[in-house]
């Protein structure tokens, strides 16, 4: 199957509305009301009201974060050559594990301002993350970028960009485990009350061990490559220290809801 998509919907004079943009304002907006579906529970620490403001300040959190953390972690030398590149956004070039950074930030901030905890707010927003990620899958696949290895299994894709071969549409495998799976994940488990860190740290293990298992098939940028061997490459060491954090928190809120107990 080809892929061979035009990332531009439609053209308005000089406004161009390109698909990646699109999948960024379908997960902010799936992002918004499951977030004012959880404000509904009784157990929930914010009011639909914060929860707007939240989502506002997420926003910001995540564009920010997510471009500079692509700028830092991947492509540092090309942008300082061409800075107005920064500003590039419907390119493609976003980094999830900076884009998580910018949004842990906007939780920090924002839960000092309700003097709520940071994992109280991180708890809260975890579940309202996976389905965004998903959309942005989408955006990487329409837009021909982040193709994986070449592979002969049926479901194979040819990208243009990546040759004849049919390769491995990683970026749908994303779609589907750090989006769809990890959502219903998070979304069921997090119905009932939980200890504070639960949730958060579910999150950290689930997206990172999909990412780490996903980036077997999916292949590095060119410019960076493989970090070690035939196989390490940034998303194994980014995701690494997730899980791992996230294995520590489950273990910790563990302790503490029997010390309360």
């Known amino acids: 199957m080809l892929v061979d998509f035009d990332p531009v919907i439609v053209t308005l004079g000089p406004f161009k509305l390109h698909w990646y943009g699109l999948m960024y304002l379908f997960a902010f907006g799936a992002a918004y009301l ?3 579906q959880r404000a509904k529970q009784a157990h929930s620490p914010l009011t639909p009201e914060q929860v ?3 989502v506002f300040y997420a926003v910001l959190g995540a564009v920010l974060g997510g ?6 972690f991947y492509n540092f030398h090309a942008y300082l050559a061409n800075p107005l590149a920064i500003f590039k956004i419907w390119e493609g ?3 999830f594990h900076g884009g998580l950074l910018g949004v842990c930030l906007v939780f920090w901030l924002y839960g000092r301002r309700l003097k709520q905890g940071f994992f109280t707010i991180a708890d809260f ?10 959309f942005g899958r989408i955006g990487n ?3 021909g970028e982040l193709w994986g290895s070449p592979t002969q299994l049926p479901w194979g894709m040819v990208f243009p960009t ?6 491995h549409p990683s970026q749908l495998y994303e779609a589907l485990l750090e989006g769809v799976l990890l959502f219903i994940i998070l979304w069921l488990y997090s119905k009932q009350p939980r200890p504070t860190m639960r949730v ?5 293990i689930f997206y990172g061990s999909f990412r780490f298992l996903i980036e077997f098939v999916r292949l590095p940028d060119a410019h960076i490559g493989y970090l070690a061997g035939d196989w390490l490459t940034m998303g194994h060491l980014l995701s690494t220290p997730m899980i791992l954090f996230g294995l520590f928190l489950w273990a910790w809120s563990g302790k503490k809801a029997v010390a309360k107990a």
């Open 141 to 143: 696949f329409i837009n």
């Open 67 to 72: 471009r500079i953390g692509y700028i830092l």
């Open 93 to 95: 070039g976003m980094s």
């Open 34 to 36: 499951l977030g004012m």
């Open 200 to 204: 958060s740290g579910l999150f950290l």
């Open 125 to 134: 927003a975890a579940p309202l993350v996976p389905l965004g990620l998903g």
């Open 162 to 167: 990546g040759g004849a071969m049919t390769r």
């Open 52 to 54: 707007s403001d939240l």
